[in-house]
Structure formats: C-alpha cells, structure tokens
Nanobody, 123 residues
Framework: QVQLVESGGGLVQAGGSLRLSCAAS????????MGWFRQAPGKEREFVAA????????NYADSVKGRFTISRDNAKNTVYLQMNSLRPEDTAVYYC????????????????WGQGTQVTVSS
C-alpha cells in the first residue's frame, strides 16, 4: 500500500505563490505516475496536473497551464506542485495522487490518494 502525505498549503494573497509537496512511502516511488487534484467547496474533485514516472512528461488542466508546474524528485520520493499567479478561484483542498500505470491513468482515476492540504487565495 502507498501512503501519500501532502504539505505546503496555506493562505496567500492573489498573485502570490505556494509550493505543495507530497511525500510517498510504501512503494517504489519511481514506479508510480503522480499527480495533483483539487476540490473546491460545493464542487467535484478536478484534475490539476500529472507527471510520468521519470518526470519527462507532464500534463496540465487548461485552467492552470502556464501558472502551475509539477515536478518530482525520485531520490526524495516526493512530487511537487509549484503554483504561481494564484487566483481566488484556485482556492481548494489539493490532493496528491499516484497510479501504478501511466500519467493518463492518473487523470482517469488514480490508485492512491493523499489526505489533502488546504490552499486559500484571498482577493
């Protein structure tokens, strides 16, 4: 079983930046495709970004493209989400996700979920 623990959430003003981290354990990290999702109050959980096993391929939701960057450090068993130019509509609980398959498997429905970290962007 895989455990995913997110950190780095918080309160930031619009236009600011945050970096989320997700530490993985319980499985060889480099065998997992990883990603981030988010869920705003009253809305369904939505895909944000995904990265393949070696970090060479990434994919983003249109709403965050050009502002957010996903990356990973397989030596540290950690995936990151750098969020710049934050907007109030980015306010949500952000979830780390992992999949035994591919980056596209993350998008379709990952095998593993973290507990989430709150990101609040004030206007």
């Amino acid at each position: 079983q895989v455990q995913l623990v997110e950190s780095g959430g918080g309160l930031v003003q619009a236009g600011g930046s945050l970096r989320l981290s997700c530490a993985a354990s319980g499985r060889t990290f480099s065998s997992l495709a990883m990603g981030w999702f988010r869920q705003a109050p009253g809305k369904e959980r939505e895909f944000v970004a995904a990265i393949n096993r070696n970090g060479g391929t990434t994919n983003y939701a249109d709403s965050v493209k050009g502002r957010f960057t996903i990356s990973r450090d397989n030596a540290k068993n950690t995936v990151y989400l750098q969020m710049n130019s934050l907007r109030p509509e980015d306010t949500a609980v952000y979830y780390c996700a992992g999949d035994e398959g591919t980056l596209w498997g993350v998008r379709a429905g990952p095998d593993y979920w973290g507990q989430g970290t709150q990101v609040t962007v004030s206007s």
